[in-house]
């Protein structure tokens, strides 16, 4: 059991963030959610290295590739981020090697994926709930950030719009404090929280298996799954966003064909059964987060 949503109102949130009161009301009723079910979370953003080896195995073409509505990427020779057909997983116009979070990915790529992977281990891969999500990035902690509440601390432990990102992009709002990388960080650079999960706060954006939608009431909840229908919800904010959309209770969302430089993934193994042959697979550990 875990208390989901904000612990500090949406006005005190505002003044301090400097910020809309509205921004943070989906974050509230805070509310008790049991998780019933143990899991496996991954260590790591899925990282183009392993989306690679997907692509390889089915031959998929992400949506960014194949239904003309493009990508969005970094224009180095013009200094804009914008949208265009050269744009994907493999190219978002700034340095991207293999161990780097994959991006330019929609929710329905990010789908693909995982039931690549449970066909590949014989034991069922999804995308996380939100629950689990926020469950898994507070690893026990109910302050913003798992690591505190001072936005300064996010360079030791995750990759967000800090110093080295305004040293480049002068009109950013960013933290004063440098975490080294102007755009995507290789996995697993920073200090992971309790659970032993890397990037949970920035770097990307990471797509959950819900619709999002509002917390209907205060009382306690059972392993949610969201609405119904509307838009996919997705958590832990990017290297480019600012420091309250990357608080363990910041919440958004995208429709699930959306694709950007800052949204990839973490892919959840919803059985802690091994099948033969099959498994975690080395550079594709896992950590058992379940209650």
């Not at 612990?7 to 809309?20: D, G, N, Q, S, W």
């Not at 913003?144 to 300064?152: R, S, V």
């Amino acid at each position: 059991e875990f208390m989901m949503g904000s612990a500090v109102p949406a006005a005190e949130l505002a003044k301090r963030f400097e910020e809309k009161s509205e921004d943070f009301e989906d974050e509230f009723p805070r509310h008790r959610v049991q998780i019933s079910r143990p899991f496996f979370l991954g260590q790591h953003e899925v990282t183009v290295g392993q989306f690679r080896r997907f692509v390889t195995d089915t031959g998929h073409r992400t949506e960014a590739e194949r239904d003309g509505k493009r990508g969005f990427g970094f224009d180095a020779t013009t200094g804009k981020f914008e949208l265009d057909s050269k744009y994907n997983w493999k190219n978002a116009g700034f340095k991207q090697d293999d161990n780097h979070p994959v991006i330019n990915v929609s929710w329905n790529d990010a789908v693909a994926f995982c039931s690549w992977l449970t066909r590949r281990d014989g034991v069922p891969h999804r995308l996380p709930t939100e629950a689990e999500w926020e469950y898994a990035c507070r690893g026990g902690t109910t302050s913003l950030y798992f690591h505190g509440d001072n936005p300064e601390g996010l360079a030791k432990i995750g990759n967000v719009a800090d110093g080295t990102l305004k040293a480049r992009f002068d009109k950013f709002v960013t933290i004063k404090a440098k975490d080294g990388f102007p755009f995507t960080a290789p996995v697993g650079n920073f200090r992971p929280n309790s659970f032993g999960l890397f990037d949970t706060h920035g770097n990307v954006w990471e797509w959950c298996s819900d619709w999002y939608g509002e917390y209907s009431n205060g009382r306690t909840v059972k392993d949610p799954t969201g609405p119904a229908s509307g838009v996919r919800a997705i958590r832990g904010g990017g290297w480019n966003d600012l420091a309250w959309y990357c608080r363990s209770a910041a919440r958004y969302w995208s429709p699930p064909g959306y694709r950007t430089y800052n949204r990839g993934f973490r892919v959840l193994r919803s059985s802690i059964k091994k099948a033969a042959g099959g498994g975690v697979k080395p550079g594709e550990r896992g950590r058992s987060v379940g209650p």
